[in-house]
């Protein structure tokens, strides 16, 4: 009934009750099926480069029709088809990234390094910095939507980046050198560490896109969606986010990631829609917008304490 509940011994379900059965290992021929990545990696790739070819000709004010039945309807295609091939290249982007080991079943593994209650600590640690992280970036774009500081644009693209480059190292070196491997090890079968990481990293990538951008080194103005692209991103990853716990710490981890992410991901397409918008009082509504729900993305990280019964099964 729950695929995700692993126990080391026999036992109950702890979301229903039911008793747990042997798990069966994967049979040779199960092994040769093809990877899930190769579709999706494929329509990654497909729907990345419509997406970049449909930008542009919206950048540029060209009109355009479908080319599957835009010759026969005369259909034209808009701002829609764009976060439509966006959108389906992300979902495939979030498909490879949620393939992999089960979390659970590494546990033991990731134990090694704290206590369940070492973990909730180190976890609320890090909604924190990410929301005060995020809350910096939204009153800074906030204070240059307002006016003040508006030539320098590249303000809060280089928090971003030195955020980043400081979480990342912690991550990994905060535990002994001789145990890098192991962490690294842990780091990548664990889906919910290797989204963290994932996370962070393109965080990394669209604050330096956003500050090559600011600063006139990248003038093509697709550059401008790298950000809004990877807010979209990293919502849809806590909408589908992993979590270890019991079914109460599961019930409520669950439920506040997938509204953080619905959150997330507003921000990214209203900032989306700035950048296409072309009535300027339209740009206005829409930069405030995407400011506004990045602040309360900001404040749900702040206000976030994990569970009581995360990182144990039972």
């Known amino acids: 009934m729950h695929p995700e509940i692993v126990s080391g011994t026999a036992g109950q379900c702890p979301k229903c009750g039911m008793r747990l059965v042997l798990k069966e290992e994967s049979s040779p021929m199960s092994r040769l099926n093809l990877d899930i990545g190769d579709d999706h990696g494929l329509g990654k790739i497909t729907m990345i480069f ?10 540029k004010r060209e009109p355009f029709q479908c080319v599957c039945i835009g010759t026969f309807l005369k259909v034209p295609l808009t701002k829609i088809t764009l976060i439509e091939d966006f959108g389906m290249a992300i979902l495939a982007l979030i498909m490879l990234l949620m393939h992999g080991a089960n979390g659970a079943d590494i546990n033991p593994l990731i134990f090694q390094f704290h206590s369940p209650e070492e973990f909730r600590e180190i976890v609320t640690l890090g909604h924190w910095i990410i929301g005060y992280l995020l809350g910096t970036v ?33 991550t990994f070196l905060h535990h002994e050198l001789n145990q890098l491997r192991l ?13 963290h990481i994932i996370m962070i990293f393109f965080l990394f990538i669209a604050g330096v896109s956003e500050f090559l951008y600011a600063t006139k080194k990248l003038k093509n103005e697709l550059w401008g969606f790298v950000w809004p692209s990877v807010l979209i991103i990293i919502g849809l990853m806590f909408v589908l986010h992993p979590q270890h716990g019991n079914a109460e710490a599961l019930a409520f981890s669950e439920l506040f ?6 959150v997330l991901i507003l921000s990214g397409i209203f900032k989306g829609l700035e950048i296409t918008s072309i009535s300027e009082s339209k740009q206005k ?9 990045l602040l309360v993305a900001a404040m749900l990280f702040i206000s976030y ?3 009581v019964g995360s990182y144990q099964l039972l």
Do not use: C
């Open 257 to 262: 990631h997938e509204i953080l992410g619905i």
């Open 50 to 59: 419509s997406g970049i070819g449909v930008a542009n000709k919206l950048l």
């Open 183 to 195: 962490v690294a090890k842990v780091m990548w079968l664990d889906m919910q560490q290797r989204q």
């Open 305 to 307: 304490i994990e569970p």
């Open 285 to 293: 509504i829409f930069s405030f917008a995407w400011i506004i729900f």
């Open 138 to 170: 939204a009153v800074i774009a906030l204070i240059q939507a307002l006016g003040v500081l508006k030539k320098k644009t590249y303000l809060w693209p280089v928090i971003i980046i030195v955020a980043s480059v400081i979480i990342v190292p912690f």
